[in-house]
């Protein structure tokens, strides 16, 4: 069923025909609109600003050669979300098996285990703004990359249960399911590290500072 309600129906539809006059200024205009969501989700979930932005150039190179298939059946934000999500997390995987390769800069006008293997990355970049907003990017890090990705976009992004089933492509019940493993996972990882921070560890004095430590 078409959404007539998405916001950017009308620009998204000036952006489907390659070859139209209004083609460039449309798709630098999503650019520009989207741009620093995207950045936010995919430094979550890669943790460094240079991850960030090869999967930010990735999605956006994608959108550029998949736009013109869009049906309209669902928001063009969600549909977006999808993408960044899945570049994220194939970046992820890919750089911890060592495949990763850059895919070039990107220019708009140019038209499992519960836990990851191996030690927490290397210190974080510039988003991180305070010391336990450094300690839970960390342990985010640590995380399944499917777990990571369901905490960014629940507790950072602020999405809604129907909107992480959207986003994900999962049923309500993965939903469900994954985001109570995800909340298991980081507790275990943040257990036992909370106390100098002026936090208790047990599971309720988590779960009730987790969204502000998130944000």
Known sequence: MVNQQDPDRDLVRRCQDVNSEEFEAAFAALFARYRDRVYSIAYRIVGSATDAMDVVQESFSLLFRKLASFRHDALFSTWLFRLVVNCA????RSQASGAWRRTGSFDPQDG?????????PAPLETAAQHELGDHVQRALMRL???????????????????????????SMGTVKSRLARAHIAIEKVLEGSLEKFGYHAD?????????????
């Open 89 to 92: 997390i194939d970046h992820r």
């Open 144 to 170: 399944n990359p499917k777990l990571n990705a369901i905490l960014v976009l629940r507790y950072l992004q602020g999405m809604s249960y129907e909107e992480l089933r959207d986003v994900l492509g999962i």
């Open 112 to 120: 499992g285990s519960e836990f990851e293997d191996g030690e927490a």
């Open 203 to 215: 599971p309720s004095a988590v779960r009730s500072q987790r969204s502000e430590g998130l944000a």
